[in-house]
């Protein structure tokens, strides 16, 4: 069955009008591009299709699931049953219907849920739980074209006419090939797909358009690797207010967790706020690389505890163009925008607004491993860093001078780290390490103001490797130095203390780095950031001013993504300058904004010329 893609392609109130108005603009104007002279699309109506229009940020990889098509219509003719069409109301339902109607809807979910399902839930479903409870319902959609219970995906929504929500009930799936969109949870009801419990298996699953209230999403494999979730996507959702955010105890209430046996992973435009715990994190296993592939962006995570993205064991992860803000550090923890611990594998943080927190990126102590645990901090903004609380409340040594004291990027602890092209501002210190076993690259950032808060110091450190060797295990390249310059480093077991950059650049393992004023503040960059541009301000020293790094940004992160083009667009989506033409820091100056695509394969579209 065939559908017109039409402008009321996920229409929710929580969708992001102005990413809906820019998509549909694109759509508009495709007759204009060269070999696009069509005056609709027909889309095939099945899960797997890679026909989205959507444009993935940065660095994240585009997904087989045709996420934004239409859901399919209501029946014509609801008067009576018809098959594969459900109407469920668990408060005047009754399961003498096998279907049910709007006039006499039928009381329970269907368990299990066949391919062609389309289940509209009305009123409040609580499956009889007084309180919070669980239920695994199996949902046996097929990768096949949509028709009415026959084939394709599983659909699960509100009613249309009284609207509907799940209430109190842990909602558990299982099977394959699933939409659950445009409906509420409240009451505490969670959302979980896949299971620890083994036999549990889930793939090609979208959840869209829903507003969690009190609740969260988990997706969870079988530990021993033999029953996994795989590809799930989870976009424009609104998921908040869990658990109590002024508690006194760890209660760690996530409002996203991805477990071991899980990969193929998609977290997009979704807003994480107000939760006794993480905004998003990657639990993973000990096993290395059961957990896997997980990507998040365009995402806005604020007023969460501890952390707002964070990883724990997690192979090929990315974090690409997300908003941070307002991390709520209790006494047991500081507040962190983005990081990670244990075991993260191939771990990519790019092109990240970070503000509001107490380190903007730190990870912290990690596991012995085998393999190496490379980190990349690539292209972010990262200012409004506060600093440690003193008194009753400290979190670390901040009345000595110590690479412990807040920071913009901390490192205690990894094999490898890369810090290229970050913008660091208005923080007690900008980059610093407290780990002598890590390795570290340090170019073409740029690292201005770093006085807040800082103890002993009249200002505070734009780079600190307390325990770490230049030209040995550190290299500092074609970064630029607000006023004030200052960077600790260390050179045959003595500690260094520069203040110009010439005396840093005469240092074997530093080169190219330049110094001048503090051309962005905390009072420019909202300007900046809105108007996504800073071809205006004239930065001559940024303009390709940095150090080639295309065997990081493309030659690296294509081997372990060779479907991306790498990284090669700044933080406002403009192509870089690559090689020696690369500006320094996360602007690309008269860059070109990527130029939006369809991808289009034979058979997965329909076309109609004009003519």
Do not use: C
């Not at 239409?70 to 069409?85: K, L, N, V």
């Not at 901040?398 to 501002?425: C, K, P």
Request: hydrophobic fraction near 35%; aromatic fraction near 10%.
């Amino acid at each position: 069955m065939a559908y017109k893609l039409k402008e009321t392609i996920l229409q929710s109130k929580f969708y992001r009008k102005e990413i809906l108005k820019k998509e549909l603009k694109m759509i508009k104007s495709m007759k204009t591009i060269r070999y696009m002279k069509y005056s609709f699309i027909v889309l095939l109506f099945s899960i797997v299709t890679n026909v989205s229009a959507y444009t993935m940020p940065v660095g994240i990889p585009n997904t087989t699931l045709d996420f934004q098509q239409e859901m399919p219509s209501r029946p014509s003719d609801w008067s009576i049953e018809q098959p594969g069409y459900y109407y469920i109301n668990y408060q005047i339902g009754s399961d003498k219907q096998t279907y049910g109607t709007p006039d006499a809807p039928r009381k329970s979910f269907p368990n299990p849920a066949s391919a062609g399902s389309y289940i509209e839930i009305s009123g409040e479903y609580t499956q009889g739980f007084k309180t919070h409870g669980d239920r695994v319902y199996a949902l046996n959609g097929t990768d096949a074209d949509w028709s009415a219970g026959i084939s394709g995906p599983v659909w699960v929504t509100e009613a249309k006419d009284t609207g509907g929500v799940i209430s109190k009930v842990g909602f558990i799936m299982m099977g394959a090939n699933v939409f659950i969109s445009d409906l509420d949870f409240i009451n505490g009801a969670k959302l979980q797909v896949g299971s620890p419990t083994e036999g549990r298996a889930v793939e090609n699953v979208v959840m869209r358009n829903l507003d969690i209230t009190g609740g969260n999403i988990a997706i969870s494999g079988y530990k021993g690797n033999t029953t996994r979730a795989e590809n799930v996507v989870i976009f424009n959702s609104e998921i908040h207010d869990l658990g109590d955010i002024d508690s006194l105890t760890d209660d760690d209430q996530t409002l996203i967790q991805i477990t071991a046996g899980v990969s193929n992973v998609w977290v997009l435009e979704n807003k994480l706020y107000n939760a006794n715990g993480t905004g998003l994190q990657v639990l993973g296993d000990k096993a290395r690389a059961t957990t896997s592939n997980i990507y998040a962006g365009n995402n806005e995570v604020y007023k969460v505890k501890q952390s707002g993205l964070w990883v724990k064991y997690g192979s090929n992860v990315v974090f690409s163009s997300n908003r941070v803000r307002d991390i709520i550090g209790p006494t047991w923890s500081p507040a962190k925008g983005i990081g990670a611990q244990y075991a993260p594998d191939n771990y990519w943080i790019i092109n990240n607004h970070i503000s509001g927190v107490e380190y903007g990126i730190r990870i912290a102590s990690t596991d012995t491993t085998t393999w190496d645990k490379k980190i990349y901090a690539i292209g972010n903004v990262i200012h409004n860093v506060r600093p440690l609380r003193g008194g009753a409340d400290t979190i670390g040594p901040i009345d000595s001078t110590s690479s412990w004291q807040s920071a913009a990027i901390h490192v205690a602890s990894g094999d490898e780290f890369y810090a290229y092209n970050n913008l660091i501002f208005d923080a007690p210190n900008g980059i610093t390490a407290s780990t002598q076993n890590i390795s570290m690259w340090i170019k073409n950032n740029i690292l201005l103001d770093v006085t807040g808060g800082h103890e002993n110091e009249p200002a505070g450190y734009h780079i600190m490797l307390e325990y770490l060797t230049l030209n040995e295990k550190a290299i500092i390249e074609n970064n630029y130095f607000g006023a004030g310059m200052y960077v600790y480093t260390k050179a045959s077991g003595l500690k260094l203390q520069d203040y110009s950059v010439t005396a840093l650049n005469a240092r074997a393992g530093a080169s190219g780095n330049a110094q001048g004023t503090n051309i962005i503040t905390q009072n420019n960059i909202s300007s900046i950031m809105d108007a996504t541009s800073i071809d205006d301000m004239d930065f001559k020293q940024l303009k390709d001013a940095g150090t080639n790094v295309n065997d990081i940004l493309i030659t690296r992160f294509k081997s372990l993504f060779p479907s991306t083009s790498g990284i090669n667009s700044d933080i406002f989506k403009k192509q870089r300058n690559l090689g020696n033409s690369i500006d320094i820091g996360p602007f690309e100056q008269y860059g070109v904004k990527q130029v939006f695509t369809i991808p289009v394969k034979p058979g997965e579209l329909t076309l109609f010329q004009l003519e």
